[in-house]
């Protein structure tokens, strides 16, 4: 049966002057009722010992709009605002269901500026985006089609650390689930590779990042030896997220790639979960970067799965899939991380990631 699901499609844009300035200005606002809003709530727990509602904070931008300090808020859409009050209430209802942490403020460093702009605030004519309070459609770089007819529903813009522009369509689109397969799957991650099938194949990081993650270290020790403050320390900051967000893109291409494919050619995929995964502790960059990808590698997994009628199975109590033989059952008493390739007694000669990959798969099944 097809079903009717919300999808984004994110793209480049260009901004005119005119446009860049009413954005940062918006973004500016956004952040200042967000981080005001959250204080309020904050006051408002720990010194009344009450919760302030989502209407309560509404209530209150109104009030904040009639303040000569801060009537400046009038000037820019209403709705992005709104919107900021809108995440807020939901980082909050996170957090009392303790899915998340306590929200923090939004810094103009650290966050990412955005804004997002819901139905009333937009028009959307002839495939033309053209945003409240702005004279003119965003130009716009449609790297891939939008589909056949599609209305966005909700617009969100921002800018990265690399200071590029983003637009973001949220759509409603029908999808027909695949033909049904009996084909399944287990994937481990790893250090070496990014991910190991149980049928054998190896999936290695996205070329070039080797080469980039050297010029990303360079850039880093590049912009530590800069004076506070300075000029030229924004440029070198400005470098290095530039080449972390050409890092980041990659991967992310990498790995919408691979989970289309595992989803398409698999009626199953097993995964193992990432904190059973992280039981081991190794603190180095590659880690951290690999961890990033798992987590994002297991919510696309996640969504394409659903999109398309398969079934993801994510492994979360630990099991020794390294030491493990897979064609016997019999367990090592020890495998070491350096030992690649390892024979049972049974006679079994395994590779010790597809080994793992194959203990996850026969668990995965198992569980269901
Ligand atoms: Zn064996």
Redesign the pocket.
């Known amino acids: 049966m097809a079903q009717s699901v919300k999808r984004a499609y994110k793209y480049r844009f260009h901004p005119t002057p005119g446009q860049a300035q009413e954005l940062a200005r918006t973004f500016g606002c956004v952040r200042l009722v967000y981080n005001k809003a959250l204080e309020e709530r904050t006051r408002a727990s720990t010194v009344e010992g009450r919760r302030i509602s989502y209407v309560e904070t509404s209530a209150a931008l109104t009030q904040w709009k009639k303040t000569p300090e801060l009537a400046f808020l009038s000037e820019v859409s209403s709705v992005p605002l709104q919107q900021a009050l809108r995440h807020l209430q939901a980082a909050f209802a996170n957090f009392f269901a303790r899915r998340a942490k306590y929200p923090v403020f939004k810094s103009r460093k650290k966050s990412r500026a955005s804004a997002e702009y819901t139905r009333s605030a937009f028009t959307w004519r002839d495939g033309r985006l053209t945003l409240a309070k702005m004279d003119g459609p965003l130009d716009i770089v449609w790297s891939r089609p939008l589909p056949e007819g599609a209305q966005p529903s909700t617009v969100t813009v921002s800018k990265d650390a690399a200071g590029r522009w983003f637009v973001s369509l949220l759509v409603q689109e029908t999808i027909a689930p695949l033909a049904a397969t009996g084909k399944r799957v287990g994937a481990d991650a790893g250090l070496t590779s990014l991910v190991t099938l149980s049928t054998g194949e190896k999936i290695t990081n996205p070329r070039h990042e080797r080469a980039d993650r050297r010029k990303l270290a360079k850039a880093q020790r590049n912009l530590a030896r800069k004076a506070k403050g300075s000029g030229s320390r924004a440029k070198a900051r400005l470098k290095v997220a530039r080449v972390y967000a050409r890092i980041a893109d990659r991967r992310r291409d990498h790995l919408h790639k691979l989970t289309t494919r595992l989803v398409r050619e698999n009626q199953t995929v097993v995964i193992e979960d990432l904190t059973v995964r992280t039981m081991v502790k190794n603190h180095s960059l590659a880690r951290a970067v690999s961890d990033a990808s798992w987590r994002e590698l297991r919510s696309m997994l996640q969504y394409k799965a659903q999109w398309y009628g398969r079934d993801l199975v994510v492994i979360d109590r630990w099991f020794p899939s390294s030491k493990l033989?897979s064609?016997?059952g019999?367990l090592q008493e020890k495998m070491p991380l350096g030992v690649r390739e390892w024979q049972?007694?049974?006679g079994?000669l395994h590779d010790r990631d597809v080994n793992a990959a194959n203990n996850i798969l026969a668990a995965g099944l198992a569980e269901r």
């Open positions: 033989c064609a016997c019999t049972c007694a049974c079994a």
